[in-house]
């Protein structure tokens, strides 16, 4: 019989000019201080190794297939190699080496659905930067769920959830300008997310009965309608569904009193209604364990909560909690995959 995890976790390279690499780096040299999960990077061998030479870090790397990596990563860090060399200077992003970073995720998911891997991690990536190389997509999330489409297929709805032991948030609307947030939010989208984080809690985190609560959009939850309509026109409705469905759902919730530690321990997600609402909450009080996961692909990713910060990029004082707590959700959350 195998154990959890007897296949890798996958981490993808991200921006090379990020933090991305010192991060991976830094991680493997933690590896034991902390009991990391058994992890692979999708990047440049010669890339890492010229990072950690510039910090005086010694880190042993090896290009290797993935089935090779568990058995390699106590001595090493274990590297499957991109096509493309990449010399990327850090705290410089450049467009140059979008083909790397695309690469490198389509790579990682490919390895995933075959089973050669457990689950993905993704590094950092700076959407300007790939959107100037004709990216199309508004970032991991929605291109992780166009990579997960069946062939002819619609992909599926993919969630983005901010988690930490703390709280978990959900932004029902993204990557949107905040003018738009109104327009997109419908009854229909707020239904659909809750399910699939009802569904999600329950079968990949283990909550028997997932608690929801949803924010209001306007201050006060509308104010019985004079701050605002959506609350009760889109948001209560949604609500109403969840609740005949038999979904535990509560709301909608003025969002400015939800996120205090009494108030967060009536739920196990809370539904914002768009990004700052949900994101501000969590990086003010888990910034360091924040874990971005994606609700809703038929594979586990987890990724950290930052980006790329590139005003510190090489300087050797970024923190890799982030990222060494996304490797250790994704260990949870992808338990039991023993491979092909
Ligand atoms: N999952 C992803 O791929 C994400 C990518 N981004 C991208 O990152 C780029 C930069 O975004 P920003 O808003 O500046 O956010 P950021 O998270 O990169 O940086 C915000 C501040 O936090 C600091 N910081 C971030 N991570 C840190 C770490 N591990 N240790 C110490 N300090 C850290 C930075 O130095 C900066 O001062 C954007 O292009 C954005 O698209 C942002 C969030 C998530
Ligand atoms: N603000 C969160 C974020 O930008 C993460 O986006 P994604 O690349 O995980 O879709």
Avoid at 318 to 333: E, K, Q, V, W
Wanted: aromatic content about 4%.
């Amino acid at each position: 019989m195998t154990g959890p995890c007897e296949v890798p976790l996958l981490l993808t390279q991200g921006d090379p000019g990020g933090i991305g690499p010192e991060l991976t780096l830094s991680a493997w040299l933690k590896r034991n201080e902390v009991s990391l999960p058994p992890f692979a990077v999708v990047s440049d061998p010669d890339h890492l190794g010229r990072v950690a030479q510039s910090q005086g870090w010694d880190v042993p790397i090896a290009s290797v297939e993935p089935a090779e990596a568990r058995s390699v990563f106590d001595r090493a860090l274990p590297v499957i190699p991109l096509k493309a060399a990449v010399s990327a200077i850090p705290g410089k992003p450049d467009p140059a080496y979008a083909h790397s970073v695309i690469e490198s995720i389509e790579t990682a998911v490919q390895l995933v659905r075959d089973g050669r891997a457990a689950a993905l991690v993704t590094n950092p990536i700076a959407k300007h930067v790939l959107y100037e190389a004709g990216f199309r997509h508004p970032g991991h999330t929605e291109f992780l769920a166009a990579l997960a489409a069946e062939p002819g297929g619609p992909p599926p709805h993919p969630v983005m959830m901010l988690w930490s032991e703390e709280l978990a948030v959900v932004p029902v609307t993204v990557h949107i300008p905040l003018s738009s947030v109104p327009a997109a939010l419908t009854p229909e989208l707020i239904v659909l997310t809750a399910r699939i984080v009802a569904r999600e809690l329950k079968d990949r985190f283990g909550i028997p009965h997932p608690r929801l609560a949803l924010a209001g959009l306007n201050p006060h939850a509308g104010e019985n309608g004079a701050m605002g309509s959506e609350d009760s026109t889109i948001i209560a409705p949604a609500i109403e569904t969840l609740r005949a469905e038999g979904i535990d759902a509560s709301g909608p919730l003025p969002a400015d009193t939800m996120f205090h530690p009494r108030a967060r321990r009536r739920y196990d997600a809370a539904l914002a209604m768009y990004h700052d609402q949900a994101l501000i909450p969590i990086k003010t009080i888990a910034f360091d364990e924040g874990v971005n996961v994606t609700l809703g692909l038929p594979f586990v990713r987890t990724s950290p909560d930052h980006g790329t910060a590139f005003d510190i990029a090489g300087k050797g004082i970024a923190r890799p909690d982030s990222l060494m707590a996304a490797l250790r959700l994704a260990a949870r959350l992808g338990a039991g995959h023993a491979g092909p």
